[in-house]
């Protein structure tokens, strides 16, 4: 069995969840054949290298020790790996720091798997670009809907359909809000803060309810599965910031939900109105996806949009799809 060598940038909710889910799954994967080795893990702090394979116990548990000496890109570029897996933070208007990790990833014949949404915003025609010429995969199932495989599904067991539209509930944190306000009748800000108590919004929650987070969305299911080059100014894009209590009244005594709808063939994010009964019409902060195909027809999508466990299903199916083709 040879051993494939992964490199891990970033080490935070998403980084450990994956580490985790590697420990869980450890006895599983050796017997099914894979035998996956984390050989450096790199947080801004510093990194952790282990040719051997670095202790990802220790690491969960806090007590590895960080080399403050060794740069991302530097451990990137040198350390021998077959895939480098890029969950950081990223910036949505430069990619970075992001953007620069997956370049260097590729220009060292690495290849690459990420939750990370802004490089692939800024730069997803170029960094598949630079895969494809290098014979190298690029996958970013987790950078939409967390857990749920949409852009593997299109890709793969859709593969007989031309996909004509992908639209859906693509953030679960509004989701969240609007379904406490359509479930309690309470106003915005109460419904708002209560997703930050339960640790669903961040404190500076305007990437979600502003729609950026479902437009970064909406941008890489329009570029990779749909064939678009849709640029975030193409985007038509409106939050839910404008939606009262009393909109969520009205709409629900005629048989409707107002929910963030992200649209790819529209190329808008925005408050929509959906009957109580359509499929999208999902509870607290799960997300929802619609697929519209010629020969299957509509295929619905639905599960956790994030969470480091549930995440983790993607990267690592993601990681294994590579690892079967190298
Ligand atoms: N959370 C979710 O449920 C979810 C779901 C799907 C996708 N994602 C995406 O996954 C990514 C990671 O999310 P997260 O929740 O794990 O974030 P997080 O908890 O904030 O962790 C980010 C990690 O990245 C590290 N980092 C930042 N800049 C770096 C650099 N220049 N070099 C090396 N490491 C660097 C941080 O290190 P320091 O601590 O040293 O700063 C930290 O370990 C994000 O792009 C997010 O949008 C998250």
């Given at each position: 069995?040879?051993?494939?060598?992964?490199v891990?940038v970033?080490?935070g909710?998403?980084?450990?969840?994956?580490?985790s889910?590697?420990?869980?799954?450890?006895k599983?994967?050796m017997?099914?054949g894979?035998?996956l080795?984390?050989?450096?893990?790199?947080?801004?702090k510093g990194?952790?290298?282990?040719?051997?394979?670095?202790?990802?116990?220790?690491?969960?548990?806090?007590?590895?020790k960080w080399d403050?000496r060794l740069?991302?890109?530097?451990v990137?570029r040198?350390?021998?790996?077959d895939i480098?897996?890029e969950?950081?933070p990223g910036?949505?208007?430069t990619g970075?720091?992001?953007l620069?990790?997956?370049?260097a990833?590729?220009?060292?014949?690495k290849?690459?798997?990420?939750?990370n949404?802004?490089p692939?915003?800024?730069?997803?025609?170029?960094?598949?670009?630079?895969?494809?010429?290098?014979?190298l995969?690029?996958?970013f199932?987790?950078?939409?809907?967390?857990?749920i495989p949409?852009?593997n599904t299109?890709?793969?067991?859709?593969k007989a359909?031309?996909i004509?539209?992908?639209y859906g509930i693509l953030?679960?944190?509004?989701?969240?809000i609007?379904?406490?306000m359509?479930?309690?009748?309470?106003?915005?800000?109460?419904a708002?803060?209560?997703?930050?108590?339960?640790?669903?919004?961040?404190?500076n929650p305007?990437?979600?309810?502003k729609?950026?987070?479902t437009?970064?969305?909406?941008l890489?299911?329009a570029?990779?599965?749909?064939g678009m080059d849709?640029k975030?100014?193409d985007?038509?894009v409106t939050?839910?910031e404008g939606?009262t209590a009393?909109a969520?009244e009205?709409a629900?005594d005629?048989g409707?939900?107002i929910k963030l709808v992200?649209d790819?063939a529209?190329?808008e994010?925005s408050?929509?109105l959906?009957?109580v009964?359509?499929p999208?019409?999902?509870p607290?902060?799960?997300?929802a996806i619609?697929?519209e195909?010629?020969v299957?027809g509509?295929?619905?999508?639905?599960?956790?949009?994030a969470?480091?466990k549930?995440?983790s299903?993607a990267i690592?199916s993601?990681?294994?799809?590579?690892?079967e083709?190298?």
């Open positions: 069995m040879k051993a494939v060598r992964l891990v970033g080490f909710n998403i980084g450990k969840g994956l580490a889910t590697l420990l869980e799954k450890r599983q994967l017997e099914r894979y035998d080795r984390v050989v450096a893990v790199c947080e801004q990194c952790v290298v282990d040719d051997e394979g670095v202790d990802l116990e220790k690491l969960v548990g806090g007590k590895a403050e740069k991302t890109l530097e990137i040198s350390v021998e790996a480098v897996v969950l950081t910036n949505i208007n970075e720091p992001g620069g990790h997956m370049k990833a590729l220009e060292s014949g290849h690459l798997v990420t939750s949404k802004s692939l915003v800024v730069g997803y025609r170029e960094l598949s670009r630079m895969a494809a010429g290098k014979g995969q690029l996958k199932e987790a950078t939409v809907g967390g857990a949409v852009i299109c890709g793969n067991e859709l359909n031309a004509r539209n992908i953030n679960g944190t509004t989701n969240y609007l379904w406490k359509t479930e309690e009748g309470v106003d915005f800000k109460t708002l803060k209560e997703a930050q108590n339960l640790g669903f919004a961040e404190s305007d990437y979600d309810i729609g950026i987070d437009a970064a969305k909406v890489i299911l570029n990779s599965v749909m849709a975030m100014k985007l038509k939050g839910i939606v009393e969520i009205l629900k005629y409707y939900a992200g790819i529209g190329k994010v408050p929509r959906i009957p009964e359509h999208l019409n999902v607290g902060n799960l997300n619609l697929v195909t010629d299957a509509d295929i619905t999508l639905i599960g956790a949009g969470g480091a549930e995440t299903s690592l993601d990681i294994l799809a590579v690892a083709r190298l």
